[in-house]
């Protein structure tokens, strides 16, 4: 407020235009029976002030502007005085409605915290129902439009011990969408009317699969097929809800053989991108980022505009309450605040580094957009990958998801950012360019993204993965135990090391199994590379974890100069493939089959190609060697 709207004569009975008082309400048809104590501005509600109704109690308190509602407001809905029935709403008014963030408690124990607008449920939300002691517990996480569940959503219902994964229509499942229970049952088709209908997949815990007509969540009804672990296939018309028993008229057709076993004919990934129940990651949570478009000035499909943008950002984290952020989130905050400069931003574009300082600062915070926007998307991602969604056939749709993610994200930061290339528009360079870029010169979103990123996502998404590579990964841990109960030399004789890169001197000739033995709990050879390795467990993003491969080459190369006083003994990286092999068997890593699915998924083009893609090439190898040696 201006000094100009505050009366300090002395002595005057002219009323300031800004002053703090309280007024009981008689006529005013919107606040009538009410009395509001607060900051006026020209005879009207504006600043903080609190509204009371006498008859009902019903209040609100928080911010006004011209007699309405705007900003942050905490408001009473009573809808039975005497019986006590009140509904309480917490967040953002814009001219007297809700409308931005808000949290809603209802008198039915249900609670919604997301987007408002005009007074109803519209955008990005979260809808709790029941508690966990109600008959009916469940929680949706999804998209709404004028107070109905619309696009795409998940639903957890923790009663019945499922989850539902895809599109909403006017409050009621409908489109492509899957279904995961408890019992391991992967069920997708098409939905109408909250039920699967037509044609569609069930895939069990076990590798059967059946495929055909449904009449209702895993109830088939018509024709179809259905194939058994083994190869075996009954083709017919099927009748009944699965696991109560079917009613089977069809024929019975034998498989090929033991070859055909459940491994090969349904991977995990059987039932991925290519199926056509798929729904494209650009499809899920767009209201998420539409949402902080608008934080960032873009309202619809309106150009981004920089200095709108950064001012947006400002006006946010000025309006963060001093209450609710902590010592450390206020100094990141003024700290921003002082950078939010647009010949600044210009001069942090171009400096990678700094790029990503600023980005962790403005991830940290919830109330920047971008911190608001990645808190949101973890927050998805745990709705639908976390629990009943730690199920290792959404591998794929995860995968999918995050590779998005990094996409969109790098989009929402070009509004701030514009020098920042533009990914839709793909420049291919030549080979060399390519070969030149693999060391990290090159700024692209997953270089910027990916180490802020992957660690959010991370334990959701490596869960899903160790589900995946269960089997396998088991395998090859009992495979490594056994492997390591041998001494170094023991072992190194074992992998055919060659005896140059046994790094031990001649006495030890002939006596392999001897020579160590006093220390063979202890790795004594290779030590320093052994270190490096297990570092990658301990790694959350694909090009970290190449990194690590890189330094555990670099540590075995060096490890073998030192030895032989700088003599060249290596002559190309197929050398040191049973020296490799030692080192990752010593390291004990659990889940190394995860990691380079991990890996192999995630990493960028320019990682393939080059020395860093042979060294990758060569893990695997390494991985399957041992997996599959007797």
Same mark, same amino acid.
């Given at each position: 407020l201006s000094s100009e709207t505050v009366n300090t004569k002395v002595g005057s009975f002219t009323p300031a235009k800004a002053r703090y008082a309280s007024? #009981?309400?008689?006529?005013? %048809? !919107?606040? $009538?029976?009410?009395?509001?104590?607060?900051? *006026?501005?020209?005879? $009207?509600? +504006?600043? /903080?002030?609190?509204?009371v109704w006498a008859s009902t109690a019903q209040t609100y308190e928080g911010e006004f502007r011209n007699g309405l509602y705007n900003g942050f407001g905490r408001m009473i809905f009573v809808l039975n005085a005497s019986a006590g029935v009140a509904e309480e709403y917490k967040g953002e008014w814009k001219d007297g409605m809700m409308h931005g963030q808000g949290e809603m408690s209802y008198s039915d124990k249900q609670v919604y915290i997301g987007h408002w607008m005009h007074n109803v449920r519209h955008g990005h939300g979260v809808l709790r129902m029941g508690t966990m002691t109600s008959p009916t517990p469940s929680i949706f996480t999804g998209n709404w439009d004028n107070d109905k569940r619309s696009g795409f959503g998940v639903m957890d219902d923790i009663m019945r011990g499922e989850k539902y994964m895809g599109m909403w229509d006017n409050d009621a499942r409908s489109g492509n969408g899957l279904i995961v229970t408890l019992d391991g049952i992967y069920n997708e088709g098409r939905f109408s009317l909250n039920k699967l209908m037509g044609q569609g997949i069930l895939l069990c815990h076990d590798n059967t699969k059946f495929e055909g007509d449904f009449c209702g969540d895993a109830q088939v009804n018509g024709k179809g097929v259905l194939t058994m672990p083994n190869g075996d296939r009954i083709e017919g018309t099927f009748q009944g809800q699965w696991n109560e028993g079917l009613k089977i008229n069809g024929l019975y057709f034998k498989g090929t053989g033991p070859e055909e076993n459940s491994a090969v004919a349904f991977p995990d990934r059987a039932v991925s991108t290519h199926s056509p129940y798929y729904i494209p990651a650009t499809k899920k949570w767009r209201s998420v980022f539409n949402e902080c478009r608008d934080r960032l000035g873009c309202l619809g499909n309106d150009e981004p505009d920089l200095k709108k943008a950064w001012k947006s950002v400002a006006e946010d984290l000025v309006r963060a309450p001093v209450a609710k952020t902590m010592h450390q989130e206020r100094e990141i905050i003024d700290d921003i605040l002082k950078g939010v400069d647009l010949d600044q931003a210009k001069k942090i574009a171009k400096d990678k580094k700094k790029l990503q300082e600023y980005l962790i600062k403005a991830f940290s915070l919830p109330c920047h957009p971008l911190g608001r926007l990645l808190e949101t998307l973890v927050d998805v991602y745990r709705a639908t990958y976390v629990g009943m969604g730690a199920h290792s056939r959404l591998l794929p749709h995860a995968v999918e998801e995050i590779k998005s993610y990094i996409e969109r994200v790098y989009a929402i930061i070009r509004i701030l950012f514009p020098s920042l290339p533009n990914e839709d528009f793909v420049h291919v360079g030549d080979s060399n360019e390519a070969d030149g870029q693999s060391e990290g010169g090159g700024l692209d979103s997953n270089t910027l993204l990916g180490p802020l990123i992957f660690p959010r996502f991370y334990p959701p998404l490596f869960t899903l993965y160790a589900l995946h590579n269960e089997k396998n990964d088991s395998a090859y841990w009992e495979r490594v135990l056994q492997l390591n109960k041998r001494t170094d030399l023991a072992l190194m004789s074992y992998l055919e090391v060659k005896r140059t890169f046994w790094l031990a001197s001649e006495e030890t000739n002939g006596l392999v199994y001897e020579a160590d033995l006093t220390d063979w709990k /202890?790795? +004594?050879?290779?030590? !320093?590379?052994?270190?490096? #390795?297990?570092? @990658?467990?301990?790694? #959350?993003? %694909?090009?970290? $974890? @190449?990194?690590?491969?890189?330094?555990? #080459?670099?540590? @075995? /190369? $060096? =490890?073998?100069?030192?030895? *032989?006083?700088? =003599?060249?003994?290596?002559?190309?990286?197929?050398?040191?493939?049973?020296?490799?092999?030692?080192v990752v068997i010593r390291s004990r890593v659990h889940h190394l089959g995860s990691e380079i699915d991990f890996i192999e998924d995630l990493m960028e083009a320019k990682y393939r190609a080059g020395e860093q893609g042979h060294m990758f090439t060569t893990l695997k190898a390494c991985y399957y060697q041992i997996l599959n040696e007797n």
């Open positions: 007024h #009981f309400y008689l006529q005013d %048809p !919107k606040y $009538k029976g009410a009395c509001y104590t607060g900051m *006026w501005l020209s005879g $009207k509600p +504006h600043g /903080h002030g609190k509204l /202890h790795t +004594h050879y290779y030590g !320093k590379a052994v270190d490096a #390795f297990q570092q @990658i467990s301990t790694k #959350f993003s %694909p090009m970290e $974890k @190449i990194s690590v491969l890189k330094e555990t #080459f670099h540590r @075995i /190369h $060096k =490890e073998v100069q030192d030895f *032989w006083k700088g =003599e060249e003994k290596i002559v190309s990286l197929d050398d040191l493939f049973p020296v490799f092999q030692f």
